[in-house]
């Protein structure tokens, strides 16, 4: 058995004349959670909704477990979706919002009872199967709709925007909950967000995606250390993005003829340097803002020839003071060279 | 001051507005429980025999039962043409619904003559029998209010995306629509119901010239009624009256529930 789960092969759709998926081609590993990030009206839910099904109109093949589906009914798919208006049932309990798929499938009575009683309490709400949707709070409303989603045991999980809706706290905690789930079950997850710090805290792996195409595929840490287009760098992080010019001007050698772009992390300065001088580049500079992050401080330096500069440090020591004239030191190897 | 009398003047216009319009309404009840009542400022004694002769009336009974299966049949007519397309409308395409509002008017714009004109005279010559010319007509007359309130009926709740989590889970299209679409739209249904219905049973002009005496309905019998036996028709409006009166209740007393059903669960939410 292959360990992929779900491939995506030359997928382009087209919206009322409007080509918003253009050749796309991904795969996705069984029992890890995948994340689709890129910004609003890059095609997230546009790709979801055609792997679930609910795109009539599609060019291309999707594969599940190595089966050509895209000719398949949404009902035909055995894939769970979970809506960003998590799309519970008003009218039927947390039970029997739960066991809707269950009954759909003509279980037998105690095999549903059995399966739902498991998987509200995985999600902790076992106290809460007698209520109803308008009296649940957001948190809980998610946590009804990832159930009604698990308990089918689907190839994979879709999740668009799950968190969106709920504030900044809630959204940390479940997110930890959603990926404790992914493990502790063996699911295969595919999660939609636009969150960047989302998608590095819980993803094995992230699909970065823009303008209906695939950017870049790698793990997070890959994503965030070595973005491949300056879109990439500026979405995934806060890093610095220099062209060729520029860091000729803090004193780096480059060929002639050189027009990449450049990347150095704000984390990567130091203000003191082991080993050969001559592995470093220096640049020297005024404090020119500092903000507090709690954890961290992030500062803007302006240098000596006027270039701006964004460079962090942990909250170890005493802060510089804004003005402070310094000079902070980048390990060549560092400076990451990117396409356009 | 002058304050004053501008409110005096308001209640006093008021209050003849309302004598004016009730005036009729209680003349007519009570001219339906009077034994008679000539040349005199009240009735000579009040008497049960009016009502009692209309319900054993034979006419009577069948016209309340053509109305009935009228009003029943054109709702049944309705709600099946027009459910579906609210439903498309507001789940898979917004953007035909500004279309839908333009036809939806239309009957208030084309006067119920012109279109019976133009119905007897395309499906005379065609074997399609009048009773369904009429059934249909007076659906379609009915647009306006049914759409309006099954439109309503779909504001509350993301019905595309809990209508396509339904199919996620494995239902067919239709089994998703029974199970999750109409239980949630059931009010706004219900109102639609009767809307149409009470609509359609006190139809008279297109009836009366696409039927006529041949399907005697209960308004067609009460304007009979009218012309011969002017005390037997108080007594049929009295009637008649009632019922309208107790469908609106219904419907205010529903509209009401829903709506501080409504404001509560805002409530909850800001409690959130
Ligand atoms: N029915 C449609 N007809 C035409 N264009 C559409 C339609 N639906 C979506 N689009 C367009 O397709 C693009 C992708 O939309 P999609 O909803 O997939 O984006 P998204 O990445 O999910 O964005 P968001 O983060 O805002 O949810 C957008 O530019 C949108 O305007
Ligand atoms: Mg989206």
Known sequence: MSSISLEVKDLAINLSGNQVIKDMNFKIKKNTLTTFLGPSGSGKTTVLRAIAGLNQKIAGKILLDDTEIQNLAANQRNIGMIFQSYALFPNLSVFENVAYGLRVRKEPKATIKEKVDAILKTVNLQDKEQSYPENLSGGQKQRVAIARAMVLEPKILLLDEPLSALDAKIRIELRNQIREYQQRLGITMLFVTHDQAEAMAISDEIIVMDNGKVQQQGSPLEIYTHPQNIFIAKFIGNHNILDAAQLRSLGVELAENDKSNFIIRPELFQISITGDSSDYMAVSGKVKNISILGDRFEYRFITENGLELKVEFLNQQQAFMIETAITFYVKKDNIERVGI | ?272
Not at chain 2, 89 to 108: C, G, H, M, Q, W
Request: with cysteine.
């Open chain 2, 1 to 272: 001051m002058e304050k004053h009398i501008d409110r005096i003047i308001a209640k006093i216009v008021i209050t003849l507005i309302s004598i004016y319009l009730a005036a009729p309404i209680v003349a007519t009840i009570m001219y339906s429980f009077a034994k008679s009542w000539v040349n005199t400022i009240l009735p000579d004694g009040w008497t049960f025999e009016w009502y009692l002769q209309l319900i054993t009336n034979s006419d009577f009974l069948s016209a309340l039962a053509r109305s009935i299966i009228l009003g029943f049949v054109t709702t049944i007519i309705a709600m099946c043409c027009f459910l579906p397309v609210v439903f498309y409308a507001n789940v898979y395409d917004e953007s035909i619904k500004a279309k839908l509002r333009f036809i939806t008017v239309l009957p208030f714009t084309i006067p119920g003559i012109v279109l019976v004109t133009g119905l007897v005279r395309v499906y005379a010559n065609l074997p399609v029998p009048q009773m369904l010319v009429l059934l249909l007509a007076i659906s379609l007359l009915s647009l306006p209010v049914t759409y309006q309130a099954l439109d309503n009926a779909f504001i509350a709740h993301d019905f595309r995306a809990m209508f396509e989590q339904a199919l996620i889970l494995g239902d067919s299209p239709i089994k998703a629509f029974v199970k999750v679409v109409i239980p949630n739209i059931r009010v706004g249904m219900f109102i639609a119901m009767l809307l149409t219905f009470t609509n359609a049973f006190g139809e008279y002009v297109l009836t009366n010239i696409i039927l006529g005496g041949n399907y005697e309905t209960l308004k067609i019998y009460m304007y009979r009624l009218m012309q011969s036996n002017g005390q037997a028709s108080s007594v049929l409006t009295t009637v008649y009256f009632f019922f309208l009166a107790i469908i609106s209740i219904i419907m205010i007393a529903i509209m009401k529930w829903q709506g501080s059903k409504k404001a509560e669960e805002v409530e909850d939410t800001k409690k959130l």
